[in-house]
């Protein structure tokens, strides 16, 4: 079978996209695993396949339907896999591609306004700015460690290879699991070795995605206001290191942000955080969603014979 692609990547953390408007591409985890791999196949973190809704809610994926429910504008579903072929609920940095993609394909036009999409995570709001950046409601995000977990600062503990002994983490939710580890110093950061999966502790059933995160320095905005400042590094589920994860970009900007006392006048709504790939801002928003903003950039198409 031939296949059209396009390759796309957000701060570096890099997708195959495929347009399946009629819905009727049965994508394999075999065939995913083809397309990512970097030396016999077109080489990504992930395929994001652009397919209707109604189609997703014909293949029986209740949350389609919970999608089209809530807003029926949502014709369009971003089909998440990672590079080992597994499905996953979300991909923050995907969808701000996913959007560059829809506009390229014409089915989308940001210059006027929103584009809305279903995602396994619920939906989702996408509009471009005018520095170009895309800016992506992520929803509601929780702890679900609880009140505990936010006074004792961790429900879970993380062990990453080559540390002598495992550090406390906090779970957050964006839809997709992260669990996110705070470490003092940047050098601790560039140190850590990533190429083995962390060991989560207690064993999060379904996995997680694991964040090593630095706070840096507050800095301010063009109107004085304070900006937190984070640097990350990011294990995925399914993937492995990666250079970005808008998702653990935010969850990233959620743990600091909850670590220092959220609530309190001092602590920052808008975080920047930096990631090898590039720098994403996350803006926690009062209705209980955060924002993630960042860069989206297409940068070839082509054919691919998928066995
Ligand atoms: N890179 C993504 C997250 C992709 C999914 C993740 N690996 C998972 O399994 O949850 C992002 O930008 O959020």
């Known amino acids: ?85 597994s499905v996953a609920q979300m991909c923050g940095n995907g969808v701000r591609v996913f959007a560059a993609f829809a506009e390229h394909l014409g089915l989308a036009d940001l210059t006027t306004g929103e584009l809305v999409l279903g995602t396994r995570a619920g939906v989702r709001r996408v509009r471009r700015d005018p520095d170009g950046w895309y800016a992506v409601d992520m929803g509601a995000w929780a702890l679900p460690g609880g009140q505990d977990a936010v006074e004792s600062g961790a429900d879970s503990q993380v062990l990453v290879a080559g540390w002598p002994t495992p550090r406390p983490a906090l779970s957050v939710d964006l839809g997709n699991p ?21 060991q989560v502790d207690p064993r999060p059933v379904e996995g997680t995605n694991v964040e090593l995160v630095v706070p840096l320095a507050e800095g301010t905005d063009a109107a004085g206001r304070p900006v937190g400042r984070v640097r990350m590094r990011v294990h995925e589920r399914g993937v492995g290191e990666t250079l970005s994860c808008g998702t653990g970009a935010c969850a990233a900007a959620l743990a600091v942000r909850t670590w220092a006392g959220h609530g309190s006048a001092q602590v920052p709504d808008v975080w920047e955080v930096e990631v090898p790939g590039g720098r994403v801002r996350v803006t926690v928003l009062p209705d209980g969603h955060v924002e993630l903003a960042g860069p989206a950039e297409l940068v070839f198409t082509g054919e691919v014979d998928l066995h």
């Open 1 to 85: 079978m031939t296949l059209r692609f396009t390759k796309g990547h957000g701060t570096q953390n890099d997708f195959v996209l495929l347009a399946d408007t009629r819905g009727d591409l049965g994508l394999t985890a075999d065939q995913v695993r083809c397309l990512t791999d970097r030396r016999a196949g077109v080489g990504a973190d992930g395929v994001i396949r652009l397919v209707p809704t109604a189609a997703i809610a014909r293949a029986g994926e209740e949350v389609a339907d919970r999608v089209l429910a809530e807003e029926p504008e949502a014709i369009w579903f971003m089909d998440y896999r990672n590079a080992d072929g």
């Open 178 to 198: 992260h669990t996110v580890v705070a470490l003092p110093e940047v050098d601790d950061l560039t140190a850590a070795d990533l190429t083995q999966v962390p």
